[in-house]
T-cell receptor, first 116, second 111 residues
């Protein structure tokens, strides 16, 4: 079936503008993750959604960042009043729910955000 | 602080040679996974090894896990130019769903 999709693939915005990044997980996957990857760096955990549970927002770097997941499927990551340091690739991943711990995550292609 | 740290940060080898990358972590885990990333975009899952396993194979990949040393290694045998990519290990904090990725090893296989 279809994999994780993200849109847009690239986004250029001006400092101070708001941006919305979208993630469509694999159908049936109840867990959804957002990560941020700066150039040449590893992945930085941002937020985690699992079913109907309250999301884990512990990785969000500031209150300018927020995310929601509607109907347990599509997720939107919103960055308000963007700053140049927000420039990065934003990756979304989904996985099946597991009681035994974290399972394989399937990643989308990412959204490359550039804040001028 | 990073849960997973890969070593070396960069590796350059000739096609046909074996490539070994290492990952160290700090806390107890349920499992450890290796991912590959091409051109700074989406990651591709390679292999998962659970905390009660010591070695797993998948094609030309061999992963070992030493929980006493809190370390794992990824071996790619008979490397190909197409193996050129960044390789990341990812570990979960035991009992949680949170995945922490290391900074990666950049592998370059020269034809």
């Amino acid at each position: 079936g279809a994999g994780v999709s993200q849109s847009p693939s690239n986004k250029v915005t001006e400092k101070g503008k708001d941006v919305e990044l979208r993630c469509d997980p694999i159908s049936g996957h109840t867990a959804l993750y957002w990560y941020r990857q700066s150039l040449g760096q590893g992945l930085e955990f941002l937020i985690y959604f699992q079913g109907n549970s309250a999301p884990d927002k512990s990785g969000l770097p500031s209150d300018r960042f927020s995310a929601e997941r509607t109907g347990g499927s599509v997720s939107t990551l919103t960055i308000q009043r963007t700053q140049q340091e927000d420039s990065a690739v934003y990756l979304c991943a989904s996985s099946l729910e597991s009681s035994g711990g974290v399972e394989t995550q399937y990643f989308g292609p990412g959204t490359r955000l550039l804040v001028l | 602080s990073q849960q997973g740290e890969e070593d070396p940060q960069a590796l350059s080898i000739q096609e046909g040679e074996n490539a070994t990358m290492n990952c160290s972590y700090k806390t107890s885990i349920n499992n450890l996974q290796w991912y590959r990333q091409n051109s700074g975009r989406g990651l591709v899952h390679l292999i998962l090894i659970r905390s009660n396993e010591r070695e797993k194979h998948s094609g030309r990949l061999r992963v070992t896990l030493d929980t006493s040393k809190k370390s794992s290694s990824l071996l790619i045998t008979a490397s190909r130019a197409a193996d050129t990519a960044s390789y990341f290990c990812a570990t979960d904090f035991s009992g949680t769903y949170k995945y922490i990725f290391g900074t990666g090893t950049r592998l370059k296989v020269l034809a």
